[in-house]
């Protein structure tokens, strides 16, 4: 009788670490399972924020180039109006000028 009680307890024993090994095997799929979610959403996450940080560079940086482009036209027109103010009293005499040459090289149309 004490050989089938230890025979029973071995079976007993032996079946109870089955049953351990089995539920650390599951828990081992779950963590690997939460592990493998977790590096997909880290993943994702970080190629959100670097697509997010891309787009906000490239905003700030046409941003930057409008304002330069503002500014340079802005200094351009100013410097064509100083231009046009310093030489507006000489068109008249230029376009008299060159009407003359015009007029002693080709004549009058006039018949």
Not at 54 to 64: G, L, Y
Request: a positive charge; charged letters at 35%.
């Amino acid at each position: 009788m004490a050989e089938n009680s230890t025979i029973a307890e071995i079976k007993a024993a032996e079946t109870q670490a089955a049953n351990a090994v089995q539920k650390a095997k599951e828990d081992a799929a779950k963590k690997l399972n939460r592990a493998t979610s977790d590096a997909e959403n880290s993943l994702k996450d970080a190629r959100q924020s670097a697509a997010r940080s891309f787009r906000d560079k490239i905003r700030r940086a046409e941003e930057a180039a409008e304002a330069k482009a503002k500014s340079i036209l802005a200094k351009r027109e100013s410097d064509a109006k100083a231009f046009y103010a310093k030489h507006k009293d000489k068109i008249p005499a230029a376009a008299s000028f060159i009407m003359e040459e015009v007029m002693k090289k080709y004549g009058s149309s006039q018949a």
